[in-house]
């Protein structure tokens, strides 16, 4: 197994539209690229949904005597996901040892064979799931994701500190306006820290309500950078 460029894509606040972009931006790379998405948000996994593969599940295969799941293929991406391994009825309630070793699994104990590149679905917060990516599947690089409001840029400089800490690259952020704001925001505070704006994505339906088979100019943008 060869994977040549590993992607986190993270916000510390949730509900800014990090899983959408990560599922848009995996499909675009997918036309000319072998990608793969882990969704490494445990408690709130979304990537099965976005890719409407919700009632399927891995095929469990062995190779050289241990067991691996057999990523979920849609869309020309390889996708394994908490979502398509526990009971959609259940809530993950899990320490953070749990929570860690479900990471491990998702990353180890998944046959991605050869990849251009991995995406990986980071949750909100800058908690244990960034400690255990960081030591099991070091991304090359990060992607940050806000909303053009102050809450969601405060929430960023968090995620800039945590990334920035554990030494991993980060390319830039996406302004992504999911609210439909009419008016434009200055990002002052990532401004100051000279974070580098890669794409505006405004507001449409193919992406708030998520089309697969669509693809927004700002992705294919996005796309164009990495």
């Known amino acids: 197994?060869?994977?040549?460029?590993?992607?986190?894509?993270?916000?510390?606040?949730?509900?800014?539209?990090?899983?959408?972009?990560?599922?848009?931006?995996?499909?675009?790379?997918?036309?000319?690229?072998?990608?793969?998405v882990i969704d490494a948000d445990i408690y709130g996994p979304n990537q099965?949904?976005?890719?409407?593969?919700?009632?399927?599940?891995?095929?469990?295969?062995?190779?050289?005597d241990k067991k691996y799941f057999k990523p979920i293929i849609a869309h020309n991406v390889k996708l394994n996901s908490m979502g398509l391994i526990l009971d959609s009825d259940k809530a993950a309630l899990w320490r953070g040892p749990m929570l860690s070793g479900a990471i491990k699994q998702l990353i180890h104990s998944t046959e991605w064979g050869d990849l251009d590149y991995l995406f990986i679905d980071m949750p909100p917060g800058t908690g244990d799931p960034y400690l255990t990516i960081n030591s099991e599947i070091k991304p090359d690089y990060s992607i940050l994701i806000t909303t053009p409001n102050t809450l969601a840029e405060h929430d960023l400089v968090k995620s800039i500190?945590?990334?920035?800490?554990?030494?991993?690259?980060?390319?830039?952020?996406?302004?992504?306006?999911?609210?439909?704001?009419?008016?434009?925001?200055?990002?002052?505070?990532?401004?100051?820290?000279?974070?580098?704006?890669?794409?505006?994505?405004?507001?449409?339906?193919?992406?708030?309500?998520?089309?697969?088979?669509?693809?927004?100019d700002s992705i294919k943008d996005l796309s164009s950078l990495i």
């Open 48 to 64: 099965h949904l976005l890719f409407n593969v919700e009632n399927k599940k891995p095929e469990i295969i062995t190779i050289d």
């Open 161 to 216: 500190e945590v990334f920035n800490k554990l030494d991993i690259n980060i390319l830039g952020y996406v302004e992504n306006n999911i609210s439909n704001k009419k008016i434009s925001y200055d990002f002052k505070l990532l401004d100051d820290l000279d974070l580098k704006k890669l794409v505006s994505i405004s507001f449409c339906d193919e992406i708030y309500e998520f089309n697969p088979k669509k693809t927004h």
């Open 1 to 36: 197994m060869a994977i040549k460029k590993i992607i986190a894509i993270a916000s510390a606040k949730g509900g800014v539209g990090k899983s959408t972009v990560t599922a848009a931006l995996a499909i675009e790379k997918a036309k000319n690229s072998k990608v793969g």
